[in-house]
Nanobody, 119 residues
């Protein structure tokens, strides 16, 4: 069973940066597509970004494009989300998720880490 544990969230001011980490244990991390989702109070969960197993392909939601960068270290079984120029609307619980490439739905989920951006 794959376990994902996020860290790095916190309270920051608009314009600041944060780096989220998601450490995996179990499974074959290097073969998984890894993603970051976020959910703000009263809103649906949103896919923020994903990265393929090799790291060569990435996706970003329009709302974070140019400000967030996803990366991964397969040797350390960790995926990162560098968040720059944070805005109050980025406030949410950020969760990492993973799936095997043959699956369309994300199979493994972390519990999430809170990011709060004050104006």
């Amino acid at each position: 069973q794959v376990q994902l544990v996020e860290s790095g969230g916190g309270l920051v001011q608009a314009g600041d940066s944060l780096r989220l980490s998601c450490a995996a244990s179990g499974g074959t991390f290097s073969s998984y597509v890894m993603a970051w989702f976020r959910q703000a109070p009263g809103k649906e969960r949103e896919l923020v970004s994903f990265i393929t197993w090799s790291g060569y392909s990435t996706y970003y939601a329009d709302s974070v494009k140019g400000r967030f960068t996803i990366s991964r270290d397969n040797a350390k079984k960790t995926v990162f989300l560098q968040m720059n120029s944070l805005k109050p609307e980025d406030t949410a619980v950020y969760s990492c998720a993973g799936r095997r490439i043959v699956n369309l739905r994300y199979e493994f989920w972390g519990r999430g880490t809170q990011v709060t951006v004050s104006s």
